[in-house]
């Protein structure tokens, strides 16, 4: 059974980097078809797509966050990783990591497996 | 377009049938993919493609599409359904992932 888990800190400072990791369990991270995505979601707010992890290690950014986000994948750890730089309060949210099957040839993009989700809190 | 449009609330006797739809002009190319999300927890999937469903999900739940719209049917919803539904797919020119902006079903 396919497991994801979000780790990092729950706070950060503004104008500081958040960095999540998020741990996978139950199956490869590196086969060619396999894609990681991060989701946050704001208190009262809806789901935002972050951005896609790629097994080549490309990457897919949500536009409105690309100038702050990077996101990396470590196959031999299992890991998969995201750094949102120069934070706000805005950033407050609980921010997901999932896993994606992405079958462009198809029309389909889902994502299939969810972590619970880390909350994070931007204050000073 | 990069827009998913759900009306934000939608309620439901017990039992009856709901319709919770999705419309965007992506939906044209891309089937939407719908997530069920209760409150403090992670979402979870309930209808991808054409209409399938992962293993788990009831029967009751069904998917289908016509032009720019997606539709989610929970035929005879019950009190478990009661949750916040969102819609998902790729943007018109598949370069970006948008979501709806969700649904809020209330089961009576």
């Known amino acids: 059974q396919v497991q994801l888990h979000e780790s990092g800190p729950g706070l950060v400072k503004p104008s500081e980097t958040l960095s999540l990791t998020c741990t996978v369990s139950?199956?490869?991270?590196?086969?060619?078809?396999?894609?990681w995505a991060w989701i946050r979601q704001p208190p009262g707010q809806g789901l935002e797509w972050i951005g896609n992890?790629?097994?080549?290690?490309?990457?897919s950014l949500n536009p409105s966050l690309k100038s702050r986000v990077s996101m990396s994948a470590d196959m031999s750890k299992k890991q998969f990783s995201l750094r949102l730089s120069y934070v706000t309060a805005a950033d407050t949210a609980v921010y997901f990591c999932?896993?994606?099957?992405?079958?462009?040839?198809?029309?389909?993009?889902?994502?299939?497996?969810w972590g619970k989700g880390k909350t994070v809190v931007v204050s000073s | 377009s990069s827009e998913l449009t759900q009306d934000p609330d939608v309620s439901v006797a017990l039992g009856q049938t709901v319709r919770i739809t999705c419309r965007g002009d992506?939906?044209?190319?891309?089937?939407a993919t719908w997530y069920q999300q209760k409150a403090g927890q992670a979402p979870i999937l309930v209808i991808y493609?054409?209409?399938s469903r992962p293993s788990g999900i009831p029967d009751r739940f069904s998917g289908s599409s016509s032009g720019n719209t997606a539709t989610l049917t929970i035929t005879g919803a019950q009190a478990e359904d009661d949750g916040d539904y969102y819609c998902?797919?790729?943007?018109?020119?598949?370069?970006?992932?948008?979501f709806g902006g969700g649904t809020k079903l209330t089961v009576l």
């Open positions: 999932a896993r994606v099957q992405d079958l462009e040839e198809r029309h389909m993009y889902y994502m299939d497996v």
């Open positions: 992890v790629y097994y080549s290690r490309s990457t």
């Open positions: 493609g054409k209409n």
């Open positions: 992506s939906l044209r190319t891309y089937y």
């Open positions: 998902n797919s790729r943007d018109s020119r598949g370069i970006y992932v948008i």
């Open positions: 139950g199956a490869s991270i590196s086969r060619i078809t396999d894609c």
